[in-house]
């Protein structure tokens, strides 16, 4: 184990220590989320967190600017007259962690794997058309330091280069994989559970649920981050992160409740930074179910929330009542808020499904604290309404696992975009182009709750497609207007992002609406 590991997990349950070491970031964080350390596969909030830091995309987000792309492993880009060919620059002198140097090869094989393995993710990269029988016609390295991309459509130019900045589209260290090889698998039983990046930072170890390791790449193409080493810990109770930020054992706690945000607030020591995050808490109706698929009852639910009741009490100061699909900040993003909690009109609407007397049902929520507490709020509210809902907890895992499968009945939960485009919300929320249980869509969340929606996925295929920004955001925002009144979503809260940190931690960089934490920003005074 190394000093820092021991700084920490010796912090979390004995004395108090003076302070963690000056080149470590020390960080508390629930982090049993993570199923796999493979950027073809990690689709899960931590895993982002931790392939952020540990791999490139070849376009990325300056994190002191969340607005404009910036160069990655490309320095350059461009798009041809065609509107469909793109051609990347590749950064020549970059290495890998491995010491491998970084060439179109990589970000040729690394594209290509997300296609070929079809996990979760890959729909980012396969909705440009790229498929196993095409792949080596449309992703090609054309020279040492240039990659053609060939989409089979003309999208709007910034919708594909977002997408490139969404971990799946990392550039993976295609010899280290490949001597890792096994059945054809593009080394992926081994990415799994270790990394073969060019990031900020390297994977030293990874204990699931309970922590990983990283070094910094003294190598890295930016600088030498300032950490040399970050230590992430999975401590899912607040009140233990707050008493090891308290005590000095950890710089940073991630998932402070509003009770322990408020009890530190003034604390000689500690400061709290606020950052709005693209996270949307909701609730969805699996549409499978016969009682949860009848209009009338997806109109009821969406009065049985008390919004302001649990923002401005157990949720206050790091949720935000919004009623859409997409993130504020995000073009086209909708303020609207048509539903408030109306306990006669939701009966009344049971009422005429036929339903006057409620039902049995069940949600599906991970046990985290402040998911717990959401699902038991609602379970208050839909008592009230003849509604009996039982709680079927588990981690993380176990929970995406049987949403993953459409066997729920209501899934609790958040959802946040995978790149800064409006798309990455409405390719998940208001497209499904294949209803069936073969089809395996296992990114759209449409898909999961088994709702078939022809006509509003033809319109948002037609608003990726336009180039014009203040006519595509109109399309979005029609979009949500129905998506509100139809859907089987009730689209909750837009999360607030409240990270508690020791006054001599500064740079952090969350991500805001629009991506990640970055940890190669942090330096400590």
Request: charged share 25%; with cysteine.
């Amino acid at each position: 184990m190394s000093a820092a590991a021991g700084v920490l997990l010796f912090g979390l349950s004995g004395p108090a220590s003076a302070e963690t070491p000056k080149d470590t970031l020390v960080i508390a964080a629930q982090i049993d989320d993570i199923v796999s350390l493979d950027p073809a596969e990690i689709f899960e909030f931590s895993g982002t967190d931790l392939a952020n830091n540990v791999y490139d995309t070849l376009v990325e987000l300056d994190p002191n600017n969340m607005g404009p792309l910036v160069p990655g492993i490309a320095e350059s880009w461009s798009v041809a007259d065609d509107g469909v060919t793109y051609t990347f620059k590749i950064r020549e002198g970059a290495k890998f962690h491995s010491g491998n140097p970084i060439t179109a090869e990589d970000a040729e094989f690394s594209i290509r794997r997300v296609i070929a393995l079809e996990k979760t993710p890959s729909f980012i990269l396969t909705q440009f058309g790229f498929t196993t029988e095409n792949m080596e016609q449309t992703i090609k390295a054309t020279g040492p330091y240039e990659l053609t991309l060939v989409t089979d459509k003309p999208y709007a130019p910034s919708f594909v280069f977002n997408c490139l900045t969404a971990p799946v589209a990392s550039i993976v260290d295609k010899k280290l994989a490949m001597e890792h090889e096994k059945d054809g698998d593009f080394g992926y039983e081994w990415l799994k559970t270790n990394s073969a990046g060019s990031g900020a930072y390297s994977l030293r170890s990874w204990k699931p649920n309970e922590s990983y390791v990283l070094d910094a790449n003294a190598d890295y193409w930016r600088g030498t981050p300032a950490m040399k080493r970050v230590f992430v810990q999975h401590v899912p109770e607040s009140n233990s992160q707050r008493l090891a930020l308290e005590k000095g054992d950890i710089d940073i706690a991630r998932n402070l409740s509003p009770d322990d945000i408020a009890a530190i607030s003034g604390t000689p020591g500690i400061k709290v930074e606020d950052d709005l995050k693209g996270r949307i808490l909701y609730f969805s109706l699996n549409q499978k179910d016969e009682r949860l698929s009848n209009p009338k009852v997806i109109e009821a639910f969406k009065y049985l929330v008390d919004y302001e009741g649990m923002s401005q009490s157990f949720l206050r100061g790091q949720y935000t009542v919004h009623q859409a699909f997409l993130p504020l900040t995000y073009l086209g993003e909708l303020k609207e808020k048509p539903y408030s909690l109306n306990l006669e009109k939701a009966k009344a609407l049971l009422a005429e499904a036929g339903y006057a007397d409620g039902f049995d049902v069940q949600i599906y929520v991970r046990t985290d604290p402040q998911r717990l507490e959401v699902a038991q709020a609602l379970q208050q509210v839909w008592a009230q309404a003849g509604i009996k809902a039982e709680l079927v907890t588990g981690t993380g895992k176990q929970i995406l696992t049987q949403y993953r499968a459409r066997q729920h009945q209501i899934y609790l939960g958040a959802w946040g975009p995978d790149y800064p485009d409006p798309h990455t919300n409405a390719d998940t929320f208001a497209h499904n182009t294949d209803n069936s249980d073969e089809a395996g869509l296992t990114g759209k969340l449409a898909w999961r709750n088994a709702w078939e929606i022809p006509a509003m996925t033809k319109a948002t295929e037609a608003a990726v497609l336009e180039k014009d920004s203040d006519k595509r955001a109109e399309m979005y925002r029609t979009i949500q207007r129905e998506h509100q009144q139809t859907s089987p979503f009730v689209v909750m809260f837009q999360q607030i992002i409240q990270t508690a940190e020791r006054d001599n931690v500064s740079g952090l960089r969350t991500g805001g609406a629009t991506h990640d934490v970055f940890f190669w920003t942090v330096t400590k005074n």
